[in-house]
Antibody, heavy 121, light 112 residues
Framework: EVQLLESGGGLVQPGGSLRLSCAASGFTFSNYAMSWVRQAPGKGLEWVSAISGSGGSTYLADSVKGRFTISRDNSKNTLYLQMNSLRAEDTALYYC??????????????WGQGTLVTVSS | QPVLTQSPSASASLGASVKLTCTLSSGHRSYAIAWHQQQPEKGPRYLMKLNSDGSHTKGDGIPDRFSGSSSGTERYLTISSLQSEDEADYYCQTWVTGTHVVFGGGTKLTVL
């Protein structure tokens, strides 16, 4: 059974940092691209970042470019999102999502339950 | 980059059928999409990949009540024999492989 378990969310002041983690199980982690998708309170889904199965290719949305970094440790079956210079508009539930493809991001066939990031003073 | 348009809301009676629509921007009629369901207070759940020819591949455990179809730039999700647990937000998603992933704004389905 595929499981994706996010952690690391919390309350942080504007300008602060957080690192999100997503522990994956039930599939060969290194064989699949992974993404982070966020959902602001009462809003829809926004694709934020993606990484290929090998980790060699990454993507960051313009809204987070220069502030967020995506990475993965295939030996630990874990996906990360390092978030720096956080802003109020980054407040959202952050979901980890498994792609159905190995090298490129396409569509997501499994999702985690999300971890909440709140940016507020 | 493709754009996906969804109606904000839809409603149908318990036991009835409902057809949700996701419209691709012009010039993107050959694109496949994916449908995802998000029940209240839960993470999204993958329902199916839907191709431009109407063929679709459903996710693990998705009931036969859920089906997809396509016509031109429109992609449909039909839910038959509506149950209370089908009350949820439904999102369509498309992609340009290795470049962009795009979500529609979502449709909130109310089961009456």
């Amino acid at each position: 059974e595929v499981q994706l378990l996010e952690s690391g969310g919390g309350l942080v002041q504007p300008g602060g940092s957080l690192r999100l983690s997503c522990a994956a199980s039930g599939f060969t982690f290194s064989n699949y691209a992974m993404s982070w998708v966020r959902q602001a309170p009462g809003k829809g889904l926004e694709w934020v970042s993606a990484i290929s199965g090998s980790g060699g290719s990454t993507y960051l949305a313009d809204s987070v470019k220069g502030r967020f970094t995506i990475s993965r440790d295939n030996s630990k079956n874990t996906l990360y999102l390092q978030m720096n210079s956080l802003r109020a508009e980054d407040t959202a539930l952050y979901y980890c999502a498994k792609d159905q493809d190995s090298s490129d991001w396409t569509y997501f066939d499994y999702w985690g339950q999300g971890t909440l990031v709140t940016v507020s003073s | 980059q493709p754009v996906l348009t969804q109606s904000p809301s839809a409603s149908a009676s318990l036991g009835a059928s409902v057809k949700l629509t996701c419209t691709l921007s012009s010039g993107h009629r050959s694109y496949a999409i994916a449908w995802h369901q998000q029940q209240p207070e839960k993470g999204p759940r993958y329902l199916m990949k839907l191709n431009s020819d109407g063929s679709h591949t459903k996710g693990d455990g998705i009931p036969d009540r859920f089906s997809g179809s396509s016509s031109g730039t429109e992609r449909y999700l039909t839910i038959s024999s509506l149950q209370s647990e089908d009350e949820a937000d439904y999102y369509c998603q498309t992609w340009v492989t290795g470049t962009h992933v795009v979500f529609g704004g979502g449709t909130k389905l109310t089961v009456l």
